[in-house]
């Protein structure tokens, strides 16, 4: 009789057993497909940024799986569950390390653009100064600083400026007509065509003023400045049209674009090189020494602290010139 009780408490304690592996592992199971689940939605909101928080099907999906029939010895239900959540596990992980390849490659390529169009600037704005043959080179301008007075331009430069001057202001010169030798310079400038139409314009006009095709040039600088007068490219475009009337021989047109790009884009990157050129055409009319000074104190006291060591150094020489107090 007690041998028959024991052998009934150990039945029942094995079937105990029994049924406790299963409830264990389904947990498990449970615990594996909750985090899942999580980290699909997270990695969802990544990938589909204001999808509403559904799940969406993949455009291209594996070939279904050959199914195999049931046969004896049969896989459990929980080691098949186990399977395809290690699957999903291990898809998971390849989806995340794509996803995050893919930010990588794009944080480099918008770090090879930034460098590019730096570059290009320093590019053009090395090729403007040593194309000058007026005055010495100036070196780039940093960042732009705060504006300046009511518009931009103060009374003491607009009192430069406005002064009769002791010679005759150059007229602006009819256009010569265009003869085939010219025709054909012109039309071996390249046009540029990108996504900035106005950066395009620009860097046109630049290549007819670089190649000396002075009347051609101010058709798209004065474009960039009409039609783009928020861009950055305004300030530069203004400024070059000031030094092809220079080159021109007419100090006159020039003066009044140069003070035109200090009044309306006083924050331009290229507003301190147009007062440093003002002086200049001032010079070339025959305004007195007094109001040349008076553009240079203007200078200095506005951007004296952006402009370069070879600036101030020219800026100084020609103050010692004009007996500057």
Not at 119 to 125: G, I, N, P, V
Request: charge should be positive; aromatic fraction near 6%; glycine fraction near 6%.
């Amino acid at each position: 009789m007690a041998m028959r009780k024991t052998l009934l408490k150990l039945i029942l304690l094995s079937g105990i057993a029994c049924t406790s592996v299963p409830a264990l592992a389904q947990s498990a199971i449970e615990g594996r497909v909750d985090r899942l689940e999580r980290e699909m939605r997270a990695v969802q909101r990544k990938v589909f940024p204001g999808g509403n928080g559904q799940y969406f099907p993949p455009d291209i999906t594996p070939a279904d799986p050959k199914v195999q029939s049931p046969g004896v010895p049969a896989t459990s239900a929980i080691s098949d569950l186990s399977a395809r959540v290690s699957a999903v596990e291990s898809q998971l992980t390849a989806l995340t390390g794509q996803s995050e390849q893919h930010q990588y490659k794009l944080q480099q390529l918008e770090e090879a653009f930034n460098a590019y169009k730096r570059t290009t600037d320093a590019r053009l704005k090395a090729l403007e100064d040593a194309a000058a043959s007026t005055t010495a080179p100036v070196a780039a301008v940093p960042a732009p600083g705060p504006a300046v007075g009511a518009g931009g331009a103060t009374p003491r430069v607009s009192a430069a400026l406005s002064r009769p001057a002791t010679a005759t202001p150059s007229p602006a010169a009819k256009p010569a007509p265009v003869d085939p030798e010219r025709a054909e310079r012109i039309a071996a400038i390249e046009k540029p065509a990108t996504a900035d139409p106005a950066d395009d314009l620009y860097v046109y006009g630049f290549r007819l003023w670089q190649a000396k095709l002075y009347p051609e040039a101010e058709a798209p600088l004065k474009q960039v400045v009409a039609k783009y007068p928020t861009h950055r490219r305004a300030s530069w475009a203004q400024n070059l049209l000031g030094r092809s009337y220079l080159d021109q021989g007419k100090p006159s047109l020039a003066s009044h674009a140069f003070y035109d790009n200090y009044k309306n884009f006083p924050d331009g990157e290229r507003a301190p090189d147009s007062l440093f050129y003002l002086a200049s055409a001032l010079k070339r009319l025959g305004k007195t020494s007094t109001d040349v000074c008076k553009v240079y104190d203007e200078l200095l006291d506005v951007y004296g602290t952006r402009i370069s060591a070879t600036m101030k150094a020219d800026v100084a020489r020609n103050r010692a010139t004009e007996k500057c107090k």
